[in-house]
């Protein structure tokens, strides 16, 4: 199961919550620690979702090219 910005966006705002409510520094910081690798991890997620849709258009306007120049037909509409 791929996980998505949100889920990881979800975590982090769980752990920095988790964080304010901490008695201990250790595990503050701990929680704070883990906030900012899902923060990361959300970032990274974000910039793969766009490379995937910019790599499907590339793919997509590079078929109907080469469908252009075979001289097959469009989809229909």
């Known amino acids: 199961m791929s996980q998505t ?5 979800a975590r982090a ?3 920095e919550s988790a964080a304010e409510q901490a008695d201990l ?4 910081d701990r929680e704070l620690r883990s906030a900012a690798v899902f923060r990361q991890l959300a970032n990274q997620a974000r910039k793969i979702d ?8 590339e793919r997509a306007e590079r078929r109907a090219l080469e469908a252009e120049a075979l001289g097959e037909p469009g989809e229909l509409a």
């Open 5 to 9: 910005s949100d889920y990881y966006d």
């Open 13 to 15: 705002t769980d752990a």
């Open 25 to 28: 520094a250790n595990v503050r």
């Open 50 to 57: 766009v490379s995937r849709r910019n790599a499907d258009a």
